[in-house]
């Protein structure tokens, strides 16, 4: 699952760079930036207690 989470924060990461880079797609960049920075917490603060 921890790397299911990591896997979607990368992917997240890359549309967000690629779309910011290529095409400015408005508030839909910075929404996938979001998610990605929730989803590396979520995961560090997950690794973490394990």
């Known amino acids: 699952m921890g790397n299911l989470l990591y896997l979607v924060a990368v992917v997240l990461l890359i549309l967000w760079v690629v779309g910011f ?10 929404v ?3 998610i990605a920075v929730i989803a590396i917490l979520f ?3 997950q690794g973490r207690r394990i």
């Open 43 to 45: 995961r560090l603060i």
């Open 21 to 30: 880079v290529g095409y400015s797609a408005g508030g839909l960049i910075h």
């Open 32 to 34: 996938l930036l979001v």
